[in-house]
């Protein structure tokens, strides 16, 4: 006689062991990820967007969607972790720094925008000379003078430890664009002349930073205002002190290797951060004296500029040298035009003349691609 073979589906003690091992692996991952997913939106940046995505319009534009993504992008509270592990893997087996840094020798450590070549790198130099001459041209209209740095790239001055290549558009960058400026009538201070004749030019910048170091800024900001001659009041009693503690330098390019994360313990196996005594500058207060931010006459002297302005305290520099303030206006990531054209086009400028502008140029910028900030410029230039 047939037997019968009655199967009950829903009776889990008939499972493989594995199928249900499965099932609980599962579990506890849907878990974790629900967790990580809530801890990543109620951190503060999280929380920020989805609070600017609230509403059912918001819903249904996906904007709220879209908050929640990003938060999950870039929130995660492991995502420091695999981005560190990652950045430390990549420099301990292959000694490489990633899509943005190079890894030179000594811990010395390079941005790869001051290495490789750009398209169209002529036109953008000649364009920019171009509205560079234009603005200088304006401000003497307004009896304006215009003091034009030129900074060369690190990769220029500390070639000891870089143990790369550059490009052929590299090397011939700086000459180009001294030679740009000077058929349009401007007569720049080129940084590079000062650094080279240096003994000990590996101390003008920072190992594991794209800028230079306090030593550096302070040799460029005495360079600078060796050139000026403009009349203005020089005689305001400005001092620079430096902290007795020290402390760990700005460390940049180790960001962009994510090897910033790395904890203290694991810091041998990254390249060492740079330390630093940090510097301030200030108006020495006597009876009449007041701070640098105090109320007084008009400050005669504007700063514009990219991070290297708001880096290893140049402005501060400039102004003991100068022995007079001014308004820093530099804007870090700004290129060759995005503080000039805001600073031109805005307030300050606007309603209080300066009798001096310093206009500081990283070398590395003048030949990239061309972007709003450099056509709203070249607009202002052309009115």
Known sequence: MARNLVINRDDSSHRPLSLRIQGAVMAVSLAVGFGLGIAAIETPDGLKRLEAAQGME???????AAAINYALAHNLPVDHFFRAAGGLFRYRL????????????????????EMRPF????ANMASRADTLAKVAAKLKAQKIDLVVAILPDKARVETENMNGPRSAQAYARLPAWLNLIKQRGITPVNIFE???AQPDRASLWWRTDTHWSQKGSALAARTI??????????????????DAAETDGPGDLLRLMS?????DYWMKLRPVID???????AEAKGADAGGLLDEGPAVEVALIGSSYSVNANFAGYLQEALKAPLVNAAEAGGGFARAAQKYFTGKTFKETKPKLVIWEIPERVVGQPLNDDDKALAEWAAK
């Open 259 to 263: 090897l910033d994360l790395i904890g």
């Open 119 to 122: 398209p169209d790198a002529d």
């Open 58 to 64: 918001a819903f249904l534009q996906g904007r709220t």
């Open 225 to 242: 205002v060796a050139t000026v001659t403009t009349k203005i009041d020089r005689s305001h009693n400005i001092k620079t002190t430096e």
């Open 94 to 113: 292959f000694h490489s720094g990633g899509p943005q840094v190079w890894a030179g020798s000594n811990d010395w450590l390079y941005l790869i925008d």
């Open 275 to 281: 330390r630093q005594h940090l510097a301030h500058t």
């Open 194 to 196: 000062t650094y080279v």
